[in-house]
């Protein structure tokens, strides 16, 4: 058995780190991999804005096609019941588009829910793309329903979206206006008394289906950067 050389130096070790070196922060942390993270994870469908205002206003066109019949009918009916001269009853009814205007009008008080669900920036996208599409989604050129929606929409407070009533008596305000019932002889009484407003946002209020937020429940929005 060899001797040890108890006069040899000790090894070299070198000397441990008073701070130890900061650590990465997690990857799950940083905003672009937990995003991706969360799609993986996610069961919840993902849409892009431009994808999501085309389902939404698919349905609100089914929608309008259902409650426009007994909306119609109630207008005819009072309109029959006012003071108008003959012509100028029937030219009520086939001077405007109404069923735009109805549709619109569903639209609108479905729309400006978007703002109190959704951040700042995809509320934005989705009402561009709503602005966008919607009169494709009616099959016409031009822009008269996006620019009638946007007109409802300003009429519409944004604190009182979850307010079934007061939204859609708000745009059934403007669809009165739009036929100039209001300005009529004949016709201003009908346009003022609360009952008509009331019949006539029934069925309005019959398409009140919660949509954006049944969307969000099911649905993710894609990033919008």
């Known amino acids: 058995m060899g001797m040890v050389d108890h006069t040899a130096p000790a090894p070299f070790l070198p000397e441990t780190a008073s701070t130890p070196a900061t650590s990465a922060p997690p990857w799950?942390?940083?905003p672009r991999l937990a995003a991706l993270w969360q799609d993986i994870i996610s069961r919840?469908?993902?849409l892009t804005t431009a994808e999501a205002a085309a389902e939404f206003l698919s349905d609100m066109k089914q929608i309008s096609d259902r409650q426009f019949p007994d909306w119609l009918a109630r207008l005819k009916s009072h309109i029959e019941d006012?003071?108008?001269?003959?012509?100028?009853?029937?030219?009520?009814?086939?001077?405007?588009?109404?069923?735009?205007y109805f549709?619109?009008?569903?639209?609108?008080?479905e729309a400006i829910k978007v703002f109190k669900l959704f951040e700042r920036a995809p509320a934005d996208e989705l009402m561009s793309d709503i602005n966008d599409q919607i009169d494709g989604?009616?099959?016409?050129?031009?822009?008269?329903?996006?620019?009638?929606?946007?007109?409802?929409?300003?009429?519409v407070k944004r604190s009182q979206y979850e307010e079934m009533f007061k939204s859609h008596d708000q745009v059934m305000k403007w669809i009165v206006r739009l036929v100039e019932l209001d300005?009529?002889?004949?016709?201003?009484e009908i346009s003022e008394d609360i009952v008509f407003r009331q019949e006539m946002a029934a069925p309005?209020?019959?398409s009140y289906v919660h949509w954006w937020l049944g969307f969000k429940e099911t649905h993710r929005l894609a990033p919008v950067y």
């Open 183 to 188: 300005t009529r002889p004949e016709t201003k």
């Open 28 to 30: 799950y942390t940083r």
């Open 204 to 206: 309005l209020a019959l």
């Open 44 to 46: 919840k469908q993902k």
């Open 103 to 109: 549709y619109c009008a569903i639209v609108a008080a």
């Open 137 to 155: 989604a009616l099959g016409r050129n031009g822009r008269k329903a996006a620019d009638l929606v946007f007109d409802m929409l300003r009429t």
């Open 82 to 100: 006012s003071d108008l001269p003959f012509d100028h009853k029937r030219e009520v009814i086939e001077k405007h588009d109404l069923e735009m």
